[in-house]
């Protein structure tokens, strides 16, 4: 069946389908994509799961979080509409390695293995967008890093600051005393 044409402006403003002409987008099926809607707090992407969907966030916010070896779960980054997540489980079958949650009403496109195969087929630049998306978020992971790293030298240097102004405190008390 034929992409209605609010659907095929909700697919052509995605950075999934960047650079692929609008009549090009129109030829897909529209038996190849789902719609969903989330509320505020739904889990969208369960992590060490696996799925065979990918989602491109139509409207809303996603958060997409991390359960550390602890159990807390660390926010990582959020994404937002014309984005899209779950490419990688596509891509590389692993477990998902991360959540995702719906922060505020969010609606997704979702695209299954087998139509994201046939897409890409119909469409080959989409590997180009994906490629340059997972680099962009590799540099946005790396930069994070980076950051955590500056700031955790930085409170390890204040904590030996602290650490020697302790011991000069417990001095003086010493010298005081006597």
Do not use: H, W
């Not at 209605?4 to 897909?28: G, M, T, W, Y």
């Not at 707090?41 to 550390?68: A, F, N, P, R, W």
């Not at 891509?91 to 969010?106: D, H, P, V």
């Amino acid at each position: 069946m034929v992409l209605s044409k609010r659907l095929l402006i909700c697919l052509a403003e995605n950075r999934f389908f960047d650079n692929v002409e609008e009549a090009r987008i129109a030829k897909l099926d529209d038996a190849l994509i789902e719609e969903r809607d989330y509320e505020p707090g739904d889990l969208i992407i369960e992590q060490d799961t696996e799925s065979d969907e990918m989602y491109l966030i139509i409207s809303g916010v996603v958060k997409i979080t991390k359960t550390i070896s602890t159990g807390e779960e660390i926010e990582l980054f959020q994404r937002e509409a014309k984005e899209f997540i779950g490419e990688s489980f596509l891509i590389e079958g692993k477990r998902r390695s991360a959540n995702a949650y719906a922060l505020t009403s969010t609606k997704v496109i979702v695209i299954k293995r087998d139509a994201f195969v046939s897409i890409l087929g119909s469409l080959p630049e989409i590997e180009t967008n994906v490629v340059a998306c997972v680099s962009d978020r590799l540099t946005e992971s790396d930069s994070k890093a980076t950051n955590e790293i500056s700031r955790n030298i930085k409170l390890l240097r204040l904590n030996q600051r602290i650490e020697a102004q302790k011991e000069e405190l417990e001095a003086q008390k010493v010298q005081l005393q006597e």
